[in-house]
């Protein structure tokens, strides 16, 4: 019974660290511990970095599929096991994982391949890591930079990253950090760690509640949208962010614009117009309402048969909000080829308004800096986007930064970070959980 290669990381004047890794690992004889002196930099990630390379260059002419990389203030949690691990690494292989993380202490978002693995899309924190073989090359083959850390920097370097979840490791507080200074807080640690597990479990919530309501065939009694004209508001933008004659909303395609908001208009008159709309649209017996900003484009995908397909799935699933695209989000989680849960929306250019949300709406003030758009996002849970988005922007904004134009776009562009998203979803739907593909290690 082979026990999987496991390399801890210890600058040798941290005596107190390494005896606490070992104390960790002293009962676990799944794992053959190996305590691997770090290389001592003025820039603790470098030195990190530079540490983790020769661990790969050391084991890349041996026979094991992975290794287990920890940092000396790896913690194991109550909800580590020795099977738990297996079936984590068994599934993570069968999905050509490169990386599992055994906890985080940041992530920007997930989606559920099982009960207890998560996709993640960027992360952060190396204390308890299995690297892949496949994996290894492109990390020997990549240069590190100042300024970069090694955990974000391997978050980068591949979309095929999994975590186990709930976490079976958490990182100890020395009261100092060897690596990361802004980690120099009493708490911050720990904070971090809650606050990711929190996230991961929202993100395990929601795609467990869409499984109930889609093995159910909807939440709600279906009710189709209005067999008359759906009513539009018209948020006008400056005229140079708008192309001449881009008017899509008329009557004859199925629309009834019924106010137009003028460009410069302050937020709280956004928010008193929507509500007077409301009263009229339920007045009307209505039961959505879309708000449009005019700077925005109908997608060449586009078509009123889709929208209303679109609106009545939606709203199967209870829906409040229905985004038509998204110019930042949080975490989207998917539900199905079209639509995905959002925990948070920014710029939709599109948004569909469900009567269920109508009450709430008419109770709500705008205060301080907020704008309508946050208070909207802010007020439900029960936030979808469509996705391939329905409209974009006529002034699409560029990143600035050339590292993020190229290799890295495809983790800050809101589309691109759906398609990972519903990628590691597919997938995760084509691999059993119980993989039977076999370990190199028998746990």
Same mark, same amino acid.
């Given at each position: 019974?082979?026990?999987?290669?496991?390399?801890?990381?210890?600058l040798?004047?941290?005596?107190?660290?390494?005896?606490?890794?070992?104390?960790?690992?002293?009962?676990?004889?799944?794992?053959?511990?190996?305590?691997?002196?770090? =290389?001592?930099?003025?820039?603790?990630?470098?030195?990190?970095w530079?540490?983790?390379?020769?661990?790969?260059?050391?084991?890349?002419?041996k026979?094991d599929?992975?290794?287990?990389? =920890?940092?000396?203030?790896?913690?194991?949690?109550?909800?580590?096991?020795?099977?738990?691990l297996?079936?984590?690494?068994?599934? !993570?292989? !069968?999905?050509?994982?490169?990386?599992?993380?055994?906890?985080?202490?940041?992530?920007s978002?997930?989606?559920?391949?099982?009960?207890?693995?998560?996709?993640?899309?960027?992360f952060?924190?190396?204390?308890?890591?299995?690297?892949?073989?496949?994996?290894?090359?492109t990390?020997?083959?990549?240069?590190?930079?100042?300024?970069?850390?090694?955990? +974000?920097?391997?978050?980068?370097?591949?979309?095929?990253?999994?975590?186990?979840?709930p976490?079976?490791?958490?990182?100890?507080?020395?009261?100092?950090s060897?690596?990361?200074?802004?980690?120099?807080?009493?708490?911050?640690?720990?904070?971090?760690?809650?606050?990711?597990?929190?996230?991961?479990?929202?993100? $395990?919530?929601?795609?467990?509640?869409?499984?109930?309501?889609?093995?159910?065939?909807?939440?709600?009694?279906?009710?189709?949208?209005?067999?008359?004209? &759906?009513?539009?508001?018209?948020?006008?933008?400056?005229?140079?962010?708008?192309?001449?004659?881009?008017?899509?909303?008329?009557?004859?395609?199925?629309?009834?614009?019924? /106010?137009?908001?003028?460009?410069?208009? /302050?937020?709280?008159?956004?928010?008193?117009?929507?509500?007077?709309?409301?009263? $009229?649209?339920?007045?009307?017996?209505?039961?959505?309402?879309?708000?449009?900003?005019?700077?925005?484009?109908?997608?060449?995908?586009? /078509?009123?048969?889709r929208?209303?397909?679109?609106?009545?799935?939606?709203?199967?699933?209870?829906?409040?909000?229905?985004?038509?695209? &998204?110019?930042?989000?949080?975490?989207?989680?998917?539900?199905?080829?079209?639509?995905?849960?959002?925990?948070?929306?920014?710029?939709?250019?599109?948004?569909?308004?469900?009567?269920?949300?109508?009450?709430?709406?008419?109770?709500?003030?705008?205060?301080?800096?907020? +704008?309508?758009?946050?208070?909207?996002?802010?007020? +439900?849970?029960?936030?979808?986007?469509?996705?391939?988005?329905?409209?974009?922007? !006529?002034?699409?904004?560029?990143?600035?930064?050339?590292?993020?134009?190229?290799?890295?776009?495809?983790?800050?562009?809101?589309?691109s970070?759906?398609?990972?998203?519903?990628?590691?979803?597919?997938?995760?739907?084509?691999?059993?959980?119980?993989?039977?593909?076999?370990?190199?290690?028998?746990?």
């Amino acid at each position: 019974m082979k026990a999987i290669p496991s390399y801890i990381i210890n600058l040798k004047k941290r005596e107190d660290r390494k005896n606490h890794a070992l104390l960790e690992f002293s009962s676990r004889k799944e794992f053959e511990v190996n305590i691997v002196d770090a =290389c001592e930099h003025q820039d603790g990630a470098y030195g990190l970095w530079i540490t983790l390379s020769r661990i790969i260059e050391m084991q890349k002419n041996k026979d094991d599929n992975f290794i287990l990389i =920890c940092e000396d203030d790896h913690c194991f949690t109550g909800e580590y096991s020795t099977e738990k691990l297996r079936n984590a690494i068994e599934h !993570a292989d !069968a999905l050509g994982a490169d990386l599992l993380c055994g906890g985080l202490s940041w992530l920007s978002n997930g989606v559920m391949i099982s009960s207890e693995i998560l996709w993640i899309e960027r992360f952060s924190g190396l204390q308890f890591t299995i690297v892949f073989r496949r994996f290894f090359e492109t990390i020997l083959n990549t240069a590190f930079n100042k300024g970069e850390a090694a955990d +974000t920097k391997l978050s980068f370097l591949t979309s095929k990253k999994y975590c186990i979840f709930p976490f079976v490791s958490i990182q100890k507080y020395f009261g100092y950090s060897d690596v990361t200074d802004w980690n120099n807080r009493d708490g911050r640690v720990e904070q971090l760690f809650a606050n990711s597990l929190k996230k991961a479990g929202a993100i $395990k919530y929601v795609t467990d509640h869409y499984n109930r309501i889609k093995q159910t065939g909807g939440q709600l009694q279906t009710i189709a949208p209005n067999a008359e004209a &759906l009513p539009v508001i018209v948020f006008e933008k400056p005229s140079d962010a708008i192309t001449a004659g881009h008017l899509p909303f008329h009557r004859d395609n199925g629309f009834n614009v019924m /106010s137009v908001i003028p460009a410069g208009s /302050s937020e709280h008159s956004k928010l008193i117009k929507l509500q007077e709309v409301i009263k $009229k649209v339920t007045l009307q017996g209505g039961n959505m309402i879309i708000l449009w900003q005019n700077d925005h484009f109908l997608q060449q995908n586009y /078509s009123i048969s889709r929208l209303k397909n679109i609106l009545t799935s939606a709203q199967e699933l209870g829906t409040e909000i229905l985004c038509g695209s &998204l110019d930042d989000f949080d975490l989207a989680v998917p539900i199905n080829n079209n639509l995905l849960w959002i925990s948070s929306f920014k710029e939709a250019g599109l948004l569909v308004i469900y009567k269920n949300l109508f009450d709430k709406i008419n109770n709500l003030a705008i205060e301080g800096n907020s +704008t309508m758009e946050s208070l909207l996002s802010r007020s +439900t849970v029960n936030k979808i986007s469509v996705h391939p988005f329905i409209v974009s922007s !006529a002034k699409k904004q560029y990143l600035k930064a050339e590292v993020y134009l190229t290799e890295f776009s495809k983790y800050r562009d809101p589309d691109s970070r759906i398609e990972l998203a519903k990628q590691a979803h597919y997938l995760g739907e084509s691999i059993p959980h119980r993989a039977k593909t076999p370990l190199t290690h028998k746990l």
